[in-house]
């Protein structure tokens, strides 16, 4: 929806959309990596989440502005959100796959291994 905004406050309002909905996708993602993995692996998990995360943020802004400027910005967003479509189905397909943890062991997530 950026490409759309045509004044700074629907620009403001679709990066508020945007952070709000990014920090939900994340906690959940980050919930479920904690949930797959092993205790002693926890850490490791977590961090190689954060590097995925850090040069995607890094990475792709720059291959959709390429995309963008080579074929047009209509390819560009049909791109991302096919990529965004993608991910979220993968992640709904394999969160699915999951054992949900019982209440009561929850607050074991919480303490370091």
Known sequence: SLPLCRSRASFWASMAVWDVAESAYTAAVSALAAEVTPASWRGSANSLLNQVQDVTF????????????????????????????????????????????????????????
Do not use: I, K, N
């Open 58 to 113: 890094g990475t792709m802004p720059l291959a959709l502005g390429l995309l963008a400027a080579r074929v047009g910005q209509g390819a560009a967003l049909l791109s991302a959100a096919a990529l965004m479509l993608g991910s979220s189905l993968a992640f709904w397909r394999f969160s699915h796959a999951v054992e949900p943890v019982a209440r009561a062991d929850a607050w074991r997530y919480c303490l370091p291994p």
